[in-house]
């Protein structure tokens, strides 16, 4: 089964903290991705990346970046945490799409609710 | 960039076939129909995914008009574990939105 960890389920930061969000896969893939979620928006990507040291901006990138430095491991950055980046922060990750074929399934991990005093 | 549009929530009551329905007018040729189920406090699993006609997996089934501008999920004989949030993603954008929240009654 492939797994998706993130390193915390809650979390609890002050505004201005610089906080990190890692999240680890464990199948090889290719592709990882940032979501966070919020009552009544549903999930909203915020980047994705498609190879070690690569990453792309998502609908919502605005106050946060992300680093892959290595293919299993792909971290959220909050540079200086606010009170409206509160919310559910998702990882997911995803083989490389055949061409021609499908989409390939994202497998998300448990999340982690961050909570931003 | 297809966008698709779904009900916001839906009640069924344990044992009824549920049929969720996601309209995606702009639905492009290589695209494909996906849906996930969210239970609560977890992430998105996926569920079934289609191109055309119909899909059918030990979970749910998948109907795909002729035209594509449409799609139908349908849950055979829920229970009240089938309460969660259903997105349908057409590809290849990844694009949630905000799903339909299935709530079963007893």
């Known amino acids: 089964d492939v797994k998706v960890t993130q390193s915390s389920r809650y979390l609890v930061k002050r505004t201005g903290e610089k906080v990190f969000l890692e999240c680890v896969q464990d199948?090889?893939?290719?592709?990882m991705f940032w979501y966070r979620q919020d009552p009544g928006l549903g999930l909203r990507l915020i980047y994705f990346?498609?190879?070690?040291?690569?990453?792309e901006k998502g609908d919502i990138p605005e106050g946060y970046s992300v680093s892959r430095e290595k293919k299993e491991r792909f971290s959220l950055i909050l540079e200086s945490a606010s009170t409206n980046q509160t919310s559910m922060y998702l990882c997911?990750?995803?083989?490389?799409?055949?061409?021609?074929?499908?989409?390939?399934?994202?497998?998300f991990g448990p999340g982690t609710r961050l909570t931003v005093l | 960039l297809a966008k698709t549009t779904q009900p916001i929530s839906m009640d069924s009551y344990e044992g009824q076939e549920v049929n969720i329905t996601c309209s995606h007018n702009?639905?492009?040729?290589?695209?494909?129909i996906t849906w996930y189920q969210q239970f609560p406090s977890q992430g998105p699993r996926f569920i079934i995914q289609?191109?055309?006609t119909k899909v059918t997996n030990e979970v749910a089934s998948l109907f795909i008009p002729a035209d594509r501008k449409s799609s139908t999920l349908s849950l055979p004989r829920v229970s009240l574990s089938d309460t969660a949030v259903y997105y349908c993603?057409?590809?290849?954008?990844?694009?949630f939105g905000k799903g339909t929240r299935l709530h079963i009654l007893p």
């Open positions: 997911a990750s995803s083989p490389t799409r055949l061409a021609g074929g499908p989409p390939d399934t994202q497998y």
């Open positions: 199948m090889d893939h290719e592709n």
């Open positions: 990346s498609y190879d070690v040291k690569m990453k």
């Open positions: 702009n639905i492009a040729t290589n695209d494909y």
């Open positions: 289609g191109y055309k």
């Open positions: 993603l057409v590809e290849d954008k990844i694009i």
